[in-house]
Antibody, heavy 120, light 112 residues
Framework: EVQLLESGGGLVQPGGSLRLSCAASGFTFRNYAMTWVRQAPGRGLEWVSAITGSGGSTNYADSVKGRFTISRDNSKNTLYLQMNSLRAEDTAVYYC?????????????WGQGTQVTVSS | DIVMTQSPLSLPVTLGQPASISCRSSQSLVHSNGNAHLNWFQQRPGQSPRALIYKVSNRDSGVPDRFSGSGSGSEFTLKISRVEAEDVGVYYCMQGTDWPLTFGGGTKVEIK
């Protein structure tokens, strides 16, 4: 069974840092691009960042560029999101999701999400 | 950035009746490969998003055939032929044609 399990969320002060992890199982992780999507309280979905299967190419939303870094460790089947210089507007549930190859960035499997709260 | 606009914001539907959600993009979603990378996701209350339809009209595995997608260029539609109670939730379109990837604001489907 394909599973994605996020962890690492929590309460952090503005300007602080957090690293989210997403542990993948049930599929050949290195063969899939992965992405992070977030959802602020009561709001819609916002794409955050994506990374290819090899980790050789990454993309970011303008709202996080220069502050967040996506990475992966294919030997550990784990996706990461390093979040620095956090702001109140980064408060959200963060989901990791798997991209189905050749489907135009179709996220066919999602984790349960991890809550990030940025507040003093 | 490509802006995705969904309508309506809220859609009250009677059980067993059809529902239709519109999604428009600020520019054509036709990729250089000739396909339009327009995808649909469902988010039931309290749950993570779920994959529904990719590249305009292809249902993901396990998605009931009462869900269908159509459209081209910059105008797209998600239809539910007969709404069931489990279809309640928010539906999002998303474009995967150009960076940054962008979602529509969502359409909330509820039962009248």
């Amino acid at each position: 069974e394909v599973q994605l399990l996020e962890s690492g969320g929590g309460l952090v002060q503005p300007g602080g840092s957090l690293r989210l992890s997403c542990a993948a199982s049930g599929f050949t992780f290195r063969n899939y691009a992965m992405t992070w999507v977030r959802q602020a309280p009561g709001r819609g979905l916002e794409w955050v960042s994506a990374i290819t299967g090899s980790g050789g190419s990454t993309n970011y939303a303008d709202s996080v560029k220069g502050r967040f870094t996506i990475s992966r460790d294919n030997s550990k089947n784990t996706l990461y999101l390093q979040m620095n210089s956090l702001r109140a507007e980064d408060t959200a549930v963060y989901y990791c999701a798997r991209d189905r190859p050749l489907s135009g960035w179709f996220f066919d499997c999602w984790g349960q999400g991890t809550q990030v709260t940025v507040s003093s | 950035d490509i802006v995705m606009t969904q309508s309506p914001l809220s859609l009250p539907v009677t059980l067993g009746q059809p529902a239709s959600i519109s999604c428009r993009s600020s520019q054509s979603l036709v990729h250089s490969n000739g396909n339009a990378h327009l995808n649909w996701f469902q988010q039931r209350p309290g749950q993570s998003p779920r994959a529904l339809i990719y590249k305009v009209s292809n249902r993901d595995s396990g998605v009931p055939d009462r869900f269908s997608g159509s459209g081209s260029g910059s105008e797209f539609t998600l239809k539910i032929s007969r709404v069931e109670a489990e279809d309640v939730g928010v539906y999002y379109c998303m474009q995967g044609t150009d960076w940054p990837l962008t979602f529509g604001g969502g359409t909330k489907v509820e039962i009248k």
